[in-house]
């Protein structure tokens, strides 16, 4: 059946759409008509739970050819729905529509691209000791492959409607593999989630796969998030989102009477550092660069560049000039949402009200959404003293700090928490500074980046999307790339078991 305009608001489980028994609630888009949806019901979150782990191991048993036909008609079903979701993600986020359509393509070409690695075995890690019977002690046979570990649950994103979200990474990921997927959609894109789920539910329909391989759950209350990842069925749980939100599921799912993994994607001020010699020479256009990506998307990208690290005295003053100039003519954008627009107002103030923090441009708005550039200035002394000038302030705002010498940039990199990324700027003189610093910042981000910007993650075998704390929940993976399906994956090892009564091939 598929999903009309007027039945929008239930919840998605087993093998179809329900009225939803919870609390109404409304809606809050950025332009049009607010709608109603119900928040799913702990019974609704135990009958989405029930319903994939009976889908299980049928889901398990397809072959890869049929999961990948599965993930390439997610993505045309998608498509044959590409203005309406266009629409309705672009009303209830705020984002503009050049932005969803990029982000419509990221995700139905991440779609596709799980389903081609899903065709590949080298995901199954296959490991092969063969039986020494004659060795004293003799040795068993061993094969060694990775399985699916279950029901998995995926909070969307706020910032990401699309390639964070319904059908997004985490998604795509545990389907290619063949875990059954239970995703909590996210507040800030209701109606978005809902059409998304129903192209999701046409084709697990026309691939013939059973009820429970997919819901979508909607919700106002904090219960059902919890409900989820508490659910003795769930095995695993992907989130992307705030680091007090993460880390208060990622402590539920430790608290569990069998714990499970949570692998969280959470915050990060991704640093930049800029060396004397290419500050010297290319000072404005890194600055120019470094003021788009940092207002790109209204600065809601989890690797948004959020500090930059500035050689004091002439290069400082220079790069910060022209880094404001840029700003000013950064228009307001729109946020994602009423609660992250506080949010981002929140830690500005917080900042400018710190000792050493100086406003070098300002035009947050004191209501409403639409969001003008921020750029604040300390020095390294002032940083070093504060470590809660290294939180993540989720908008178009940066924090220049400046440096006396290559030391004290050293010991700025040595303080800082987990990132996603870190990023040097440096021309060939820089090199035996850029070695000290990518020596730390290794140990520090997932990612590091030679005179790039960090934002635009593209999806492929070698990107990392993860770091230590507070980057993510669990340094060992990524939730962006093939490599991501790793996290759904738990190995198995046969013993001297006949083929025909395992996977094992
Ligand atoms: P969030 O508040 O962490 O929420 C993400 C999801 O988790 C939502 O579905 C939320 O449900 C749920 N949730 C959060 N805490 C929970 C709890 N204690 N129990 C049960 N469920 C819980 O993140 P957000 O709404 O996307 O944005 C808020 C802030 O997160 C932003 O201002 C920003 O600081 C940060 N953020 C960071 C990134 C990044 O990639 N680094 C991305 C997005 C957001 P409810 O909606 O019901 O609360």
């Given at each position: 059946m598929a999903l009309r305009d007027d039945q929008i608001g239930g919840q998605l489980i087993g093998s179809g759409w329900l009225a939803g028994q919870g609390e109404e609630f409304l809606s809050e888009p950025a332009s049009g008509a607010a709608r109603r949806f119900t928040s799913a019901t702990s019974a609704e979150v135990d009958g989405a739970a029930r319903a994939a782990e009976d889908a299980f191991a049928a889901f398990a048993a397809t072959t890869a050819q049929h999961r990948a036909r599965f993930l390439d008609r997610i993505a045309a079903e998608m498509r044959a729905r590409e203005e309406r979701i266009t629409v309705i993600a672009c009303a209830e986020t705020g984002l503009p529509e050049a932005r969803i359509r990029a982000e419509f393509a990221r995700t139905t070409g991440q779609l596709r691209l799980f389903a081609q690695h899903a065709l590949t075995r080298g995901w199954l890690d296959e490991r092969h000791d063969p039986g020494l019977p004659t060795r004293i002690p003799p040795r068993p046979d061993l094969r060694l492959i990775q399985r699916p570990v279950g029901p998995v649950a995926v909070f969307a994103a706020s910032n990401f409607p699309l390639a964070f979200s319904v059908a997004g990474g985490d998604t795509a990921s545990a389907l290619a593999v063949g875990c059954p997927v239970i995703v909590k959609a996210h507040q800030a894109h209701l109606a978005t989630s809902e059409i998304v789920a129903d192209a999701v539910d046409t084709a697990r329909k026309a691939e013939r796969l059973?009820?429970?391989t997919f819901a979508l759950l909607q919700s106002a209350t904090r219960m059902t998030g919890t409900a989820l990842v508490t659910h003795p069925l769930v095995r695993a749980v992907g989130f992307t989102g705030s680091t007090v939100g993460g880390r208060a599921l990622f402590d539920l799912c430790a608290a569990r009477p069998e714990p499970i993994p949570f692998y969280g994607e959470l915050g990060s001020v991704n640093p930049l550092f800029v060396l004397r010699g290419a500050g010297l020479r290319r000072g404005a256009e890194i600055a120019r660069a470094w003021a788009t990506s940092l207002t790109q998307g209204a600065g809601q990208f989890c690797t948004k560049p959020g500090l930059v690290i500035l050689p004091a005295g002439e290069i400082a003053e220079r790069f910060l000039q022209v880094a404001v100039e840029a700003l000013a003519e950064t228009p307001s954008q729109c946020m994602l949402s009423d609660t992250i627009a506080q949010g981002f107002r929140v830690s500005i103030a917080r900042l400018e009200e710190k000792s050493g923090v100086v406003t070098g441009h300002n035009t947050v708005a004191k209501e409403g959404r639409d969001m003008g550039p921020v750029l604040l200035r300390t020095t390294a002394d002032a940083f070093l003293a504060d470590p809660e000038m290294a939180e993540e302030a989720f908008g178009p705002g940066g924090l220049a700090i400046t440096v006396a010498d290559p030391e004290e940039a050293v010991a700025l990199a040595r303080s800082l928490s987990g990132q996603l990324t870190a990023t040097v700027h440096g021309d060939p003189e820089d090199q035996a500074e850029a070695r000290a610093l990518f020596g730390i910042l290794e140990r520090k981000a997932g990612r590091l980046i030679w005179n790039?910007?960090?934002?635009?993650?593209e999806v492929a075998d070698a990107m990392v999307h993860g770091g230590p704390f507070p980057a993510s929940t669990n340094f060992g993976h990524t939730s962006v790339g093939t490599l991501s399906i790793r996290r759904w994956l738990r190995p198995a090892c046969y013993q001297d078991i006949p083929s025909g009564l395992t996977p094992v091939r």
């Open positions: 059973p009820p429970g790039g910007f960090p934002t635009g993650v």
